[in-house]
């Protein structure tokens, strides 16, 4: 999405073809997954796929005419800007409704197996009933392990340790379910042998223990917010699947309803408490530990009122029992996400307008006082510095200036938000000014060597104070995970801020013999590095602000304050 972004934000940049590469694969993404929709969900994502597909199609005609920088190409990016981000959205919902409906239950087929594989000599349609289960297992296997790998390439996880262990973990289950079933015949047919017995338990235990890691893995790489959203749907489709079956007098379909709440009740409990050890903040963990002790509580007379109503669906009594009950499942389900939601407060509005520009009702032309006489000497004094505020305007660069474009796209990801209360954000947007500087040295635009290489000092002194206050704000953050990550984006950037000023110190011995082959190299290298540099940046500002909002302001008394900027 990021490299999608970056082509569409600069359509006549020759960025030799890898946003609409970018784009082709988040389409072909949504195609993968609407083949597992419902009408009319499914219909809806293929259309929105084809529109995308087309309208990329399109602008990338226009580039390579020549009219990236055309108004009607200007549009057609920014048509297609909001149909993608679009498509992402419908596509990580899907994957998130997909993770709350297939995770519910894992390992149901994996004990269906195993009591088919045991199943004693002389038993009814012992070798068919083994063959549908080992079917029924390796298709479940394979769905949880496809999900698991859709929502590491399209399901918004930023962390790249857990993509990649998810993805890893996928795989090593796809190799490893034929070799429980093939274990699991043998003992079939070798009840009596005690090392088919042995050996089949090995891989029994070593499938549930991949599934348990993914299973965790894939909590972790899922919004818990919308997962529990996710789930609250999944509960409203099984209650009116029970609400159906009482009506209809089918037992079976109401013991399935209330067992599917039961399971999607159990995997909430199982979510929140990992989100629970996951923090440090003491108030946080309580919270969520007594929402689903609520949740535990509730599940109980949900299960009796259903026996209830299924050994006689028409009592009028146990009908309301029932739906008292499944009630307070759903509601307490809702508590637990009300109870993480408090722990992610919006960052606080802007001040009101009263405490920005001051009463000047009293005031009068008449109390003016006089005006300062006019400085004495020849030359004027000199201009003051330019105010730090968050309204400085940076033009568009043209598809010709990577490392001002780099720039600019940090300059665009930090005006989100003001400077005021903000030292990260005010160092972000000084990089992008001072990146925007060096682009203009670098093409030769005014300025010496000593200039050049004066501002890429300049860069690798505020690229420290990005990282200072990155790591005040991890410190701080009580959500272990989110703390990780943004230490480890913030990291890079000193070690690229170095590499920086050594690649500037090298550039600045080229000027004035622009155009030879150790100049073009040295270009190409400085580019590479600046690009990485506003990169960084970007993704310690993201990953700043998630740590911002796990901060317990009241223990820490952090300063920082996180407010948008008008569009």
Request: proline residues 7%; hydrophobic residues 40%; aromatic residues 2%.
């Amino acid at each position: 999405m990021e490299q999608a972004q970056r082509w569409l934000n600069n359509p006549a940049y020759d960025d030799k073809g890898l946003g609409q590469r970018a784009i082709a694969g988040i389409v072909a993404q949504g195609r993968k997954v609407a083949r597992s929709l419902k009408e009319p969900e499914r219909g809806d994502m293929l259309r929105l796929c084809d529109e995308v597909e087309t309208l990329s199609q399109n602008l990338a005609q226009q580039c390579q005419r020549g009219l990236g920088d055309s108004p009607q190409a200007q549009a057609v990016a920014k048509r297609l800007a909001e149909k993608l981000s679009l498509l992402q959205t419908k596509i990580e919902s899907a994957i998130t409704t997909q993770v709350a409906d297939s995770f519910m239950d894992p390992y149901t087929p994996i004990k269906e197996l195993e009591i088919a594989a045991k199943a004693p000599l002389g038993t009814p349609n012992r070798e068919p009933n083994y063959t549908a289960k080992s079917r029924n297992f390796i298709e479940h296997n394979t769905k949880l392990a496809d999900i698991a790998q859709r929502l590491g390439e399209a399901g918004g996880c930023n962390d790249k340790r857990v993509v990649e262990e998810m993805n890893a973990t996928a795989n090593q289950l796809r190799e490893l379910a034929p070799q429980v079933v093939s274990a699991g015949r043998i003992l079939l047919n070798n009840p009596d042998n005690e090392v088919a017995r042995e050996h089949f338990e090995l891989l029994k235990d070593e499938w549930t223990k991949g599934m348990q890691k993914l299973t965790g893995l894939v909590d972790q790489a899922t919004d818990t917010v919308k997962f529990i959203e996710a789930t609250e749907a999944g509960m409203k489709r099984d209650a009116a699947m029970v609400a159906q079956a009482i009506h209809e007098k089918n037992p079976q379909n109401i013991v399935m309803g209330a067992g599917n709440m039961a399971r999607r009740a159990d995997r909430v409990i199982q979510v929140a408490g990992q989100e629970a050890d996951n923090s440090d903040d003491p108030k946080f963990v309580n919270d969520v530990r007594a929402a689903t002790e609520k949740v535990k509580n509730s599940v109980s007379p949900m299960i009796a009122g259903a026996k209830e109503v299924t050994v006689n669906p028409g009592d009028l009594d146990a009908q309301h029992r029932w739906h008292s009950a499944q009630q307070g499942v759903m509601d307490s389900v809702g508590d637990v996400k009300d109870a993480i939601l408090m722990h992610q407060a919006p960052p606080p509005p802007p001040p009101p307008m009263e405490d920005i520009v001051p009463d000047m009702s009293h005031m009068s032309l008449e109390s003016a006082p006089p005006r300062p006489p006019l400085p004495s000497g020849q030359m004027p004094p000199p201009r003051p510095p330019p105010p730090e505020d968050e309204d400085v305007y940076m033009a568009k660069p043209s598809s010709e200036q990577p490392i001002a474009i780099a720039a600019y796209e940090l300059h665009v990801e930090a005006q989100k938000w003001s400077s005021k209360g903000n030292d990260l954000i005010r160092a972000a947007k000084k990089m992008a000014l001072l990146m925007a500087e060096m682009s203009k040295h670098v093409r030769g635009e005014g300025g010496s060597k000593k200039d050049l290489i004066d501002c890429a000092k300049a860069i690798a002194k505020a690229s420290q104070e990005v990282t200072k206050h990155a790591r005040d704000i991890a410190q701080k953050c009580t959500d272990r995970r989110i703390k990780l990550n943004l230490l480890q984006v913030c990291e890079r950037i000193p070690t690229i801020a170095t590499q920086l000023k050594i690649l500037s110190t090298v550039k600045a011995t080229m000027l004035g013999a622009q155009g030879s082959e150790e100049d073009q190299e040295a270009t190409e290298m400085l580019v590479g590095n600046a690009q990485n540099l506003m990169q960084a940046v970007k993704e310690t500002v993201r990953a700043a602000e998630a740590a911002s909002i796990k901060i317990r302001t009241d223990v820490a008394g952090v300063r920082i304050r996180w407010v948008r900027q008008n569009p």
